[in-house]
């Protein structure tokens, strides 16, 4: 599949009905892509966007967005969308992004190769780095290797979240990156937990 630019030019307000229909057609089209048996529940999508500061300056970057619904709360939280970048490798989750949220640069393309897929006049560095990829479906290596990429992408003190659905953190940290469990969701199905990574000072 190729990468491209979506148009935003709708609303945010929550459909769980076709969210639900929505993430069973990824779920059979690429399960291991998706990595869950069911959408993030709102309470988990608000325990990921808790760890957004949305004084800080700078885009956001959301990295797999699936359904929408990080994204519907970080826009809650107080990101607005034209300080938000998506980039889905779904087609028609990337679809469902753009006409759900208005003002939001949604990208199709590959959250593994954040330096082809980002547009070379976009945002440098981000404020924040929210991820819904599913890494417990990859190696260790191509997980470490996304952490990698995201911390050179991130402004300096700068958050990646990455939700997960085991007790340990899914990317073992190198020496100059703390990670910190931030909440366990039980109003998830599964359950997940939320991992919070940082860059030492």
Known sequence: MGEGRVR?????????LREQLLFL??????PTGVGAIAPSSPALARAVAAQVDPARE????ELGPGT???TRELIARGISPDRMVAIEWDANFAKAIAAEFAGINVIRGDAFDLDSTLPKRGPQQFAAIVSGIPLLNHSPDRR?????????????????????YGL?????????????????????????TVWVYRRRA
């Open 168 to 192: 340990r953190s899914p990317v073992k940290p190198p020496p100059d990156i703390t990670v910190r469990l931030a909440a366990f969701v039980w109003k998830n199905l599964p359950p997940a």
């Open 144 to 164: 470490r290797a996304l952490v990698d990429a995201a911390f050179r992408r991130l402004a300096p003190g700068a958050p990646l979240i990455q939700f997960s």
């Open 25 to 30: 057609r990824g779920l059979i089209a690429n």
């Open 8 to 16: 935003a030019d709708q609303s945010v307000k929550a459909n769980p």
């Open 58 to 61: 700078g885009a956001v970057l």
């Open 68 to 70: 929408g619904s990080m």
